[in-house]
């Protein structure tokens, strides 16, 4: 039976501060490594949009999506699937959230939502047509600490970043809990971190709404390298 891998946490250099990968390298890396789709989550927080204020909001908006757009490209001409997803940093709130199943029209109509918390976040994306996934990047990171549950999808319980102590076992321990969904992600920022994490399905995923029915029934297995 075939089974296909999927990363759901990595950066690219064109749109994070902290990557060193460039898109189109990154996408090339993931396809060596044996993925067949990745979800490119990068920061969206004030630490960027601070930089490029003095643009207007198309022109901030295509700076922040240029690696996602390069990396699609290149995924469409290698047989790979590319998702857009972001991490969220809201500006009073020392957490990370990884977002899936928003899209470019979400993210122009709303701007700078990091300037909103995560409840009121959350009333937005449950607002929408289409199904948005929040899941909290590695809630046990130094500084960090678990979101109320009701506020979230689930938690990234297994973050393969080998510079950060992000405390996995107890992550996992929380979503079981509180009966939260549980992924895997990379964290991908530089060659170290390649294929890390993700998950493993057994159906190909070829759009993200796929992606989404298959998080929301954990049809999958994390990958916890």
Not at 97 to 122: A, I, R, T, W
Not at 155 to 184: C, D, F, T, W
């Amino acid at each position: 039976m075939s089974e296909y891998k999927i990363e759901l946490h990595a950066h690219s250099a064109e749109s994070s501060r902290c990557g060193s990968i460039k898109a189109e390298a990154l996408v090339k890396k993931y396809k060596r490594a044996g993925y067949s789709a990745l979800v490119l989550t990068d920061h969206y927080y004030a630490r960027f949009f601070d930089k490029v204020k003095s643009l207007n909001w198309e022109e901030q908006f295509e700076k922040y999506l240029k690696g996602y757009k390069i990396a699609k490209r290149a995924a469409a001409e290698m047989d790979f699937n590319l998702f857009l997803g972001i991490e969220i940093r809201f500006n009073d709130d020392p957490n990370e959230y990884l977002v899936y199943g928003l899209g470019e029209k979400f993210l122009f109509e709303n701007q700078n939502l990091h300037h909103l918390n995560l409840e009121k976040f959350k009333e937005l994306t449950d607002s929408q047509s289409n199904k948005i996934l929040i899941y909290q990047a590695h809630p046990y990171r130094k500084g960090m600490s678990p979101a109320a549950d009701y506020l979230l999808d689930g938690l990234e319980v297994y973050n393969g970043n080998r510079r950060h102590n992000s405390q996995n076992e107890k992550a996992h321990n929380y979503a079981a809990e509180h009966q939260l969904k549980m992924i895997s992600g990379s964290d991908f920022h530089e060659d170290e971190d390649l294929a890390r994490g993700g998950i493993v399905t057994q159906q190909k995923i070829e759009g993200i709404r796929d992606l989404l029915q298959i998080l929301e029934l954990e049809n999958y297995r994390l990958i916890k390298s």
